[in-house]
């Protein structure tokens, strides 16, 4: 008799520890095991900054590498960001008048990561933005920058004359055009892959 209720409190207590145990578990994860770190890498930007309302210069456009519009020389220049709206970009932008050892790592991580999306890259644009007059990409680099947008604009502009240096980067901009994720120098461009595909597997547009 003994050694039966004994069996039954042990299958009662056995029952309450499995369904307990999630509730537990969740706690403790919450707060002693927190994570050290976001899931994601870059910057996130609440609220998104609005970046198509300014006007842009139009420097160069791709001659391969994009699938966003017609880039024969018959198309008029660009104006506006309104025209690269609908795709995701990974925008670089610079504050000097070259594009010096760091633009050219950040214009190559920017192709990199467009070309680890694999057959998601038609959805991705790359954008190079400078704040100054004659600003151009070395002929010699010319090639290892295929599908490269090239632009300049006014520093006066908003958004980017209430801090300038602080756009001074690379950058996540939406199919809306709205700037929603910085990087830091030197960012890893497996890990700029990894957000930028998890927005692309959960955005229903671009």
């Keep these: 008799?003994?050694?039966?209720?004994?069996?039954?409190?042990?299958?009662?207590?056995?029952?309450?520890?499995?369904?307990?145990?999630?509730?537990?578990?969740?706690?403790l994860t919450y707060y002693v095991f927190?994570?050290?770190?976001?899931?994601?890498?870059?910057?996130?930007?609440?609220?998104?900054?609005?970046?198509?309302?300014?006007?842009?210069e139009e420097i160069s456009r791709?001659?391969?590498?994009?699938?966003l519009i017609d880039t024969s020389a018959s198309v008029d220049s660009v104006t506006s960001l309104e025209a690269l709206k609908g795709r995701w970009?990974?925008?670089?932008?610079?504050?000097?008048?070259?594009?010096?050892?760091?633009?050219?790592n950040n214009l190559y991580l920017?192709?990199?990561?467009?070309?680890?999306?694999?057959?998601?890259?038609?959805?991705?644009?790359?954008?190079?933005?400078?704040?100054?007059?004659?600003?151009?990409?070395?002929?010699s680099d010319r090639g290892e920058f295929d599908g490269l947008w090239t632009f300049k604009t006014d520093i006066n502009q908003t958004p980017f004359n209430a801090e300038?240096?602080?756009?001074?980067?690379l950058w996540i901009v939406d199919p809306l055009g709205r700037l929603i994720m910085k990087y830091p120098f030197g960012a890893d461009p497996k890990k700029v892959y990894k957000d930028l595909s998890r927005l692309l597997k959960a955005s229903r547009i671009g």
């Design 1 to 27: 008799m003994l050694r039966n209720q004994t069996k039954k409190n042990l299958i009662f207590w056995l029952i309450v520890s499995v369904c307990a145990a999630p509730v537990v578990l969740a706690t």
């Design 34 to 56: 927190k994570p050290s770190k976001l899931l994601n890498y870059g910057e996130l930007i609440e609220p998104p900054i609005t970046f198509d309302n300014f006007t842009i």
């Design 62 to 67: 791709p001659t391969t590498e994009s699938a």
């Design 89 to 104: 970009i990974l925008a670089y932008i610079a504050q000097g008048d070259k594009c010096a050892e760091e633009c050219r």
């Design 110 to 139: 920017t192709r990199q990561v467009r070309l680890m999306t694999g057959k998601n890259r038609f959805r991705v644009e790359r954008m190079w933005i400078t704040f100054q007059e004659n600003s151009l990409i070395p002929d």
């Design 164 to 169: 300038p240096t602080f756009f001074v980067g």
